[in-house]
Every structure is written in structure tokens, then in C-alpha cells.
């Protein structure tokens, strides 16, 4: 399917911080969630993840930290467990984030950095968006 006739960005996932990966995907599996059988260990995020396919475009993201210096760990020491972003998937990353900082938003990465499930990504400040932490994810070739 083309982005277009969808502007440029289309929904990729909704992300949850979890504290327990394997209690949370028993969980939304038990409210019917089937869950990739992968689970993929960011290093560079320390973050490990597990995903859910929702519909054609979006999936549930579950988020559980590896290590106790990532930012998904300081994020559930601060705020607990529950709904830590949204993401938007575009056709090219650094263009729309060049965009975005042209139009005046906040972004957590000078740059684009490496993602789960080998993607690109940058994170829309939470200021910039009345509170909200949104991600823009480009998947790249393999």
C-alpha cells in the first residue's frame, strides 16, 4: 500500500514500557494479541522489545528494559509501567526530520538513530507535541 493517498506518515505502532516482557505479553495475549515469537534487544536504547501485529499497518510494541541505564528503565522508575509513545512510519527520516525541526519541533536526536525491527528513527519531543512522545520510523532496506 502507498503512503500517499495517506499523506506521508501512517501509523506504526504504539509502544508500552513494561517492566515484566514476558508477563505483559501474557497479558495482551490473553486479551487476544498473538506476539511475534522474536524479541529483538536494542543495545543501543537498552531496550528489549516484543511485538503484536494489530492490522495491516500498526502493532502493539512492548517495551522492557535491558540493563538499568536505558531510557525505558529510567522512564518506569520515573513514571511506571503504560503507554510510552507513538509511532508514525514515513517514507525518508531524515528529510521529515529536517522538516520538522524547520517547522519548529523539538527533536530528542540531532540525528536519526538505529531502531528495532532495522529501522531508522528520531523522537518528536514530548514538548513539542502537547506532551505526547512520538516516534518516525523508516524501515530500511535489508
Same mark, same amino acid.
Given at each position: 500500500m502507498s503512503l500517499k493517498g495517506l499523506g506521508d506518515v501512517v501509523l506504526d505502532h504504539v509502544a508500552i514500557?513494561?517492566?515484566d516482557l514476558d =508477563?505483559?505479553?501474557k497479558t495482551w495475549e490473553e486479551l487476544g494479541l498473538e506476539f511475534e515469537p522474536e524479541r529483538e534487544v536494542v543495545k543501543e536504547q537498552g531496550v528489549e522489545t516484543a511485538f503484536a501485529q494489530?492490522?495491516?499497518?500498526a502493532h502493539l510494541e512492548l517495551l522492557s528494559p535491558h540493563g538499568e541505564s536505558g531510557p525505558i528503565h529510567k522512564y518506569i522508575e520515573k513514571k511506571g509501567e503504560g503507554i510510552h509513545h507513538l509511532c508514525f512510519k514515513v517514507p525518508d527520516v531524515k528529510l521529515k526530520s529536517e522538516e520538522l525541526k524547520e517547522?519548529?519541533?523539538k527533536l530528542i536526536n540531532e540525528t536519526p538513530v538505529k531502531g528495532?525491527?532495522?529501522?531508522l528513527v528520531n523522537f518528536i519531543h514530548p514538548k513539542s507535541t502537547g506532551g505526547v512522545l512520538v516516534e518516525i520510523? =523508516?524501515?530500511l532496506e535489508s
Open positions: 514500557a513494561v517492566g =508477563q505483559a505479553i494489530i492490522d495491516t499497518n517547522k519548529g519541533f528495532a525491527g532495522n529501522c520510523s =523508516q524501515k
